[in-house]
């Protein structure tokens, strides 16, 4: 059977810089994918790629062992694949529900005439759309008001609204960028458990992440880029001892004005 993502040789370029150049990995059902690597190495072009935000300059993506490379982002949304942004994209002047549901509806495949009309069969879906909505926001463990805009949430709530909208789609392929960034110990250990739940619920998870502890806790196979390019791709032990990944992160010798000064505290 195919794996839910293969990414083979992925290559995008800016004027004459690989942002990306020669990542491959796999994603299967019910695993959860690491992709690290220090700030600029070219993980978030690499989800933007995957999800048609940009048009690959090399290399493919395929899902289910279809090929979807270069699709526009609402096609490759509608075939299953569903992400987080580093910068949050949520409509801030609209509620916590209604962001929820403005994803669903994307997908739901109402009809233009039905919604206008606002017909039995727009109201029954509506309904549903709700009662969805509710659904992924317990799961994701938000307890604050849901009428209320999302400029009143905490950014620890507004991250969980944002993974609740992705899950309403009910995506096979989630893809999570930073989601642990900005939030503080325990919304870490929540969001952890949570990932683990999305895998359990037979997703294939892809999460790019800086936070290390996280990382090797949460992940089965950890893919490590550097410049563009993948210099590692193992287990949480094998990625640890990799000199290569160790360098990444330290610098070279030559290159000590890179490492903060407090970096051996
Ligand atoms: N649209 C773009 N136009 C030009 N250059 C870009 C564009 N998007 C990304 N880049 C460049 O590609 C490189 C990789 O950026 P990217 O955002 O993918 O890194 P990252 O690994 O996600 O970093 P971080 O951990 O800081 O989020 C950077 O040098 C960035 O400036
Ligand atoms: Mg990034």
Redesign the pocket.
């Known amino acids: 059977m195919s794996p839910v993502l293969e990414v083979r040789d992925l290559e995008i370029a800016?004027g004459g810089?690989k942002?990306v150049d020669g990542l491959s990995f796999t994603a299967n059902a019910k695993e959860i994918i690491a992709v690290i690597?220090p700030?600029?190495?070219?993980?978030?072009?690499?989800f933007n790629c995957i999800t048609g935000f940009y048009k690959p300059t090399g290399g493919s993506v395929l899902l289910n062992g279809a090929d979807i490379t270069g699709k526009r982002p609402a096609d490759i949304a509608h075939e299953g694949v569903s992400r987080t942004f580093?910068n949050l994209r949520l409509f801030h002047d609209m509620t916590v529900l209604d962001n929820v549901r403005a994803g669903m509806h994307l997908y739901g495949g109402q009809n233009f005439l039905d919604a206008i009309f606002h017909t039995p069969r727009f109201k029954r879906s509506e309904a549903h759309y709700t009662e969805e909505a509710h659904y992924w926001l317990d799961f994701v463990g938000y307890r604050g008001r849901r009428g209320v805009p999302i400029r009143n949430l905490s950014y620890g709530q507004q991250k969980q609204v944002e993974i609740a909208r992705a899950l309403a789609r009910k995506a096979e392929l989630l893809l999570l960028d930073e989601p642990a960034a900005g939030l503080n110990h325990s919304e870490k250990q929540s969001l952890l458990e949570l990932v683990r739940r999305i895998r359990d619920l037979g997703t294939a998870v892809v999460l790019?992440e800086?936070d290390m502890g996280l990382v090797m806790e949460v992940s089965e196979r950890i893919v490590v880029?550097n410049f563009g390019k993948e210099i590692a791709d193992g287990t949480p032990a094998e990625v640890k001892a990799n000199p290569a990944v160790i360098e990444a992160y330290l610098g070279k010798d030559d290159e000590d004005e890179e490492v903060p000064a407090h970096g051996d505290a």
């Open positions: 800016f810089v942002a690597g700030n600029g190495a070219g993980k978030t072009s690499a580093q790019i800086h880029m």
